[in-house]
């Protein structure tokens, strides 16, 4: 069976979120004796590609409406990834330094178009056509509509939405752009008066998931619009929780972290990390270290760090170092707390993968009080390294932790996004930290607790077999 992926980012290539992650992981835990599963994404500017050499293995043009536009697909003449990633390449559109902006409607129509022009030239038809978020939203209606590909039409195809808060709107003055189908069909495209890729996608492909049973739940009755869509749909929708790959997040391996460690040296290994961070970035070892690592925007619930750090920092009895960048009006909020809580707080306003490995190996908490949170893989990360996660109950995050005053619980959970939610549980952690026996407990039973991309990759395989 083979399998293709098409997605907007892919650890290592290009990472905004955790679409990379999973994209990055997936394939390679779905390779085996008889499966093939491969990568196609954009070809963008950026670190990875001017580090690596690649290949021409194919030239031709595509035509964006009135537009004729030259296009390559490349390949990787080193193989540093554990399956086959090919590259779109439209020069015009697609080589930048930044992988989303303000042009995305006709980039992502075009590296689409490109992909599947491109697969009208194999010799043999993928078995099944995995797509990943609004970005790749138009292939299952271009599959099912557009003269174009209908040699494609038998191909079963799958949607997975990572976050259905970004749709990739766009205006029906922009339909010409999508390769001519049957203009009696064009109210698959729409929704709510405007071209909706993530909303056609839902119509179209002959499966839909999400990163985690709870949000697809959870999206039936608020999905930014699409509500009454997936309720609708429902029959063909399913959940299937995120994994994460133990050969890039696991504390015995991790060529990032300080010291490394494992269940039976977690107190030193983890005492170790916690002493390079704390001696980095001028904070009291002898204090629980609480973290966040992640996007400073609101559906993470990081606009209410400022003042719930202010107010958790004054009781003097925990410290606090973030690692994220987005909200400019955040950033500067917690680079000003810097100035009143020297020894307590500290922030890096950006993002740095060795430090964020750091950060989960020496950190005693990890904070993620989301408004949304489709799966969450920084729990995920957190358990490995033996990080407690402090987490509201929505999404996957409701789906992979367990409150301490549970049974077998193992986290700390709180039910809002709210200040008050936030110092109370970081009040909470700051007490089982006291109780050290119970701690130390915690850190080496959410060490076993198996998150891999083992158990899931298989229930996709199980998917795919059962529409191909």
Known sequence: MNIVHLSAECYPVAKIGGLADVVGALPKYQNNKTITSQVIMPFYDNKFTQENTFKTIYSSTLTLGSIVLDFSVLKLK??????????????????????????DTDRFIAFQIAALDWMLTWKKNPDIIHCHDHHTGLIPFMLQESFKYEAFRKIPNILTIHNAQYQGW???????????????????????????????AIKCAWRVTT??????????TSANGLEYLLNDESKKCSGILNGIDLGVWNPET?????????????????????????????????????????????????????????????????????????????????????????????????????????????????????????????????????????????????????????????????????????????????????????????????????HSWHASAQDYIKLYKSIN
Request: net charge neutral; glycine share 6%.
């Open 170 to 200: 766009f205006s029906h003055d922009k339909v010409s752009l999508i390769p001519s189908f049957d203009f009696n069909n064009v109210g698959l495209l729409d929704w709510g008066s405007s071209i909706n890729p993530l909303a056609a």
């Open 254 to 450: 991790d060529n990032y972290i300080i010291s490394k460690y494992n269940t039976k040296t977690v107190q030193s290994g983890k005492n170790a990390n916690k002493k390079y961070l704390c001696d980095t970035f001028k904070l009291d070892f002898n204090k629980p270290l609480f973290a966040f690592i992640g996007r400073l925007v609101d559906q993470k619930g990081s606009d209410l760090f400022p003042e719930a750090f202010k107010e958790s920092l004054l009781k003097n009895k925990a410290s606090v170092l973030l690692l994220g960048s987005g909200n400019h009006l955040v950033e500067q909020q917690l680079e000003t707390l810097k100035k009143d809580h020297i020894g307590t707080y500290n922030a890096y306003i950006g993002y740095d993968e060795k430090l964020s490995h750091i950060i989960y190996a020496g950190a005693d908490f990890i904070l993620m009080p989301s408004r949304v949170e489709p799966c969450g893989l920084n729990q995920m990360y957190a358990l490995k390294y033996g990080t407690v996660p402090i987490v509201r109950s929505i999404g996957g995050l409701k789906d992979t932790v367990i409150d301490i005053s549970k049974h077998k619980g193992f986290g700390i959970c709180h039910s809002d996004t709210s200040i008050t939610d936030i110092v109370t549980s970081i009040d909470r952690g700051v007490e089982l930290y006291r109780d050290q026996a119970t701690f130390k407990k915690i850190r080496r039973q959410i060490m076993a607790i198996d």
């Open 211 to 220: 990163v985690s049973p709870t949000y697809m739940e959870e999206l039936k």
């Open 78 to 103: 080193n193989k540093p990834l554990d399956f086959d990633i090919f590259f779109i390449d439209v020069p015009d559109l697609l080589f930048k330094d930044y992988v989303y902006s303000s042009d």
